[in-house]
């Protein structure tokens, strides 16, 4: 659906000085996905999701969106294509002399929409993104959640079929976060709707995205499915990322003092790959066999497909009924057993 090609973005800040915050990018996203892009600050992030709207002219390359290369478009048909390209943004961006319903009327007053169409297309987006009640609040009355609320609202204005959202949750604590992100989830079911979400916390990928491109330095230097680049991060930067949920290796080096706590049993690493239910299968397991299971460490991590990540057992009992159990998990569900040590 959005195509982009050997875009690349150059700015001239002295003769002399040329930055390249976006260097000769390639991608393809498909329809209906939510496709994330993770880098630190200076990554080129905004500059590239800022060309997919030539909100930034491009020094070289294309966008092409349904078909329809947005980077030869003139600004006529341009502002129509703009329609169909909503954005939110980490501070907002709302109008802050206009109550809520005016902010989101704004895009449609813009195209031209006549006043009951409007009231009446205001009204349904109130009640999508949650709103009710607050119509006629000003911005400075409503709560940071409730501001983009009323961004997502009005990027929505207009039935766009691409949403970019460049660090919309940055400015909210967790919870909020969390709603918005819900939010974001639903619209994108109910309207199909196509969105780009650039961030630079991997918890937001991972809770939402079901593709991620890593950006460093104005390149994508890792993509993929979200659970493989989980799973298999490559380069550095996807690591560090990784680790920001997961945990770093080295808090997996500190079971070494917790494994000299136990003088029985075996120590064994359970390495969950998108299994469901991660407490639920442990205690299965307890319970099924006659065996006990001490959770020592790990981190286990909740993505849309499963539970990802490392968990660091003692189990205990009798060696043939520790070795069924292991037989068990190893053949009848995802997780990877790994036995760290025999305690004898
Ligand atoms: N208008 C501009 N003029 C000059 N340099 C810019 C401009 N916008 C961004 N940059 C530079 O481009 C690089 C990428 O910036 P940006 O796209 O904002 O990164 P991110 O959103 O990942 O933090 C940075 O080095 C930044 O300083
Ligand atoms: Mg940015």
Redesign the pocket.
């Known amino acids: 659906m959005i195509s982009i090609e050997g875009l690349t973005k150059i700015?001239s800040?002295t003769t002399k000085n040329r930055?390249t915050?976006v260097d000769d990018l390639t991608l393809d996203i498909k329809e209906g996905e939510i496709f994330g892009v993770i880098?630190y600050?200076?990554?080129?992030?905004?500059?590239?999701v800022r060309l997919v709207n030539r909100l930034e002219e491009p020094s070289a390359g294309k966008v092409v969106i349904d078909n329809q290369d947005i980077t030869t478009l003139n600004s006529n048909q341009l502002r129509l294509t703009r329609q169909e390209i909503g954005m939110i943004f980490q501070h907002f961006n709302l109008l802050w002399s206009r109550t809520v319903k005016d902010n989101i009327a704004f895009p449609l007053e813009i195209s031209g929409v006549p006043k009951r169409e409007r009231e009446e297309r205001v009204g349904e987006l109130i009640k999508l993104v949650g709103l009710a009640g607050r119509e006629n609040a000003y911005p400075s009355q409503l709560s940071g959640g409730q501001k983009q609320r009323v961004g997502i609202a009005r990027a929505l204005a207009n039935r766009p079929k691409v949403l970019l959202c460049d660090e919309a949750t940055s400015a909210l604590d967790p919870e909020t976060t969390n709603a918005i992100l819900d939010l974001l989830v639903d619209i994108n079911e109910k309207l199909g709707l196509t969105i780009i979400l650039i961030t630079h916390e991997m918890h937001v990928i991972r809770k939402i995205c079901n593709q991620v491109a890593v950006?460093e330095e104005g390149r994508i230097v890792e993509q993929g499915d979200v659970l493989d680049v989980f799973l298999h991060p490559k380069q550095r930067v996807t690591k560090k990322f990784v680790e920001q949920v997961m945990g770093t290796e080295g808090e997996h080096n500190g079971v070494e003092e917790l494994v000299n706590m136990y003088e029985s049993g075996k120590i064994v690493r359970l390495h969950f790959v998108g299994e469901s239910a991660n407490q639920a299968l442990i205690s299965h397991v307890a319970r099924s066999f006659n065996i006990d299971i001490n959770i020592l460490q790990g981190k286990i991590t909740q993505m849309q497909q499963g539970a990802y990540g490392t968990l660091f057992v003692q189990i205990d009992g009798h060696t043939d009924e520790i070795e069924r159990a292991i037989t068990y998990i190893t053949d009848e569900t995802s997780v990877e057993v790994e036995v760290v040590r025999n305690v004898e």
């Open positions: 700015f800040t930055i915050a880098g600050s200076g990554a080129g992030k905004s500059t590239f950006m």
